[in-house]
């Protein structure tokens, strides 16, 4: 009974060990953004949304991880951070030209989410700008 219990905690903190990694030639996509509310809209309302209805349906049709954060300290204090975790530069290029700017692909993928988008602007909007970095 000890050995399995031993065992059990033995591989339960291994795969927690390695579970949080990126490998190499992830992208990484950090953006920042200012939120623009909409009529009685909290911004706690706003993030709920995105974190729960959005973020979950714009992975899927992207084929990424996606992660809100909240400012700790350092430039961008009243912005919402986010970041989007693509398996490869290639994978995200399904969908973005160089500009950064939607390709055919990306449009038709951004299609899908139209009911959500619409759903998401009527509690608010957002601006804001981003950084790739591709994990080494």
């Avoid at 992830?26 to 909290?42: A, Q």
């Avoid at 912005?79 to 290029?93: D, H, P, T, V, Y």
């Avoid at 390709?103 to 790739?132: C, F, P, Q, R, V």
Wanted: proline share 1%; net charge positive; with cysteine.
């Amino acid at each position: 009974m000890k050995r399995i219990f031993l065992f059990t905690v033995a591989a339960f903190l291994t795969f927690n060990a390695f579970s949080q990694t990126l490998p190499k030639g992830s992208l990484v996509g950090v953006h920042h953004f200012t939120v623009n509310l909409n009529g009685s809209t909290t911004l706690q309302e706003f993030l709920d949304f995105q974190k729960n209805k959005w973020a979950p349906a714009a992975a899927k049709v992207y084929g990424c991880e996606i992660h809100y954060m909240k400012h700790a300290r350092g430039e961008n204090e009243n912005k919402i951070g986010l970041i989007m975790i693509f398996k490869s530069e290639a994978q995200r290029n399904k969908f973005y030209d160089q500009e950064g700017k939607l390709n055919d692909a990306g449009k038709a993928a951004n299609a899908k989410l139209k009911a959500i988008n619409d759903e998401a602007n009527k509690l608010g909007t957002t601006t804001g700008a981003y950084t790739d970095w591709i994990v080494e």
